[in-house]
Nanobody, 124 residues
Framework: QVQLVESGGGLVQAGGSLRLSCAASGRTFSSSVMGWFRQAPGRGREFVAA????????YYAYSVKGRFTISRDNAKNTVYLQMNSLKPEDRAVYYC?????????????????WGQGTQVTVSS
């Protein structure tokens, strides 16, 4: 079982930037996928971005492409989400998660472990 701890959330004005971190402990595999999801009040959890642990293949939701950047530091077992040009609609609790075997990178049900979440608030 992989344990995940997010950090880096906070309050920022529209147009500003934040960088989220997700530190993983426990065993990860090169085939693992690290994903970022978010959940706004009254809405379901939605896919934001993902990166494969070994090869570094990256996926983005259309709504964040060009503004958010996902990256990883294998030596530190940490995944980052750099968020630029933030909009009020980006306000949500952001979660990182790890998917170990199969399934879809876009489906929450296919991820095995989740962090506790970190709040991102964007003021207009």
């Amino acid at each position: 079982q992989v344990q995940l701890v997010e950090s880096g959330g906070g309050l920022v004005q529209a147009g500003g930037s934040l960088r989220l971190s997700c530190a993983a402990s426990g065993r990860t595999f090169s085939s693992s996928v690290m994903g970022w999801f978010r959940q706004a009040p009254g809405r379901g959890r939605e896919f934001v971005a993902a990166i494969t642990w070994g090869s570094g293949i990256i996926y983005y939701a259309y709504s964040v492409k060009g503004r958010f950047t996902i990256s990883r530091d294998n030596a530190k077992n940490t995944v980052y989400l750099q968020m630029n040009s933030l909009k009020p609609e980006d306000r949500a609790v952001y979660y990182c998660a790890v998917k170990t075997y199969g399934g879809s990178i876009y489906n929450t049900e296919d991820y095995d472990s989740w962090g506790q979440g970190t709040q991102v608030t964007v003021s207009s």
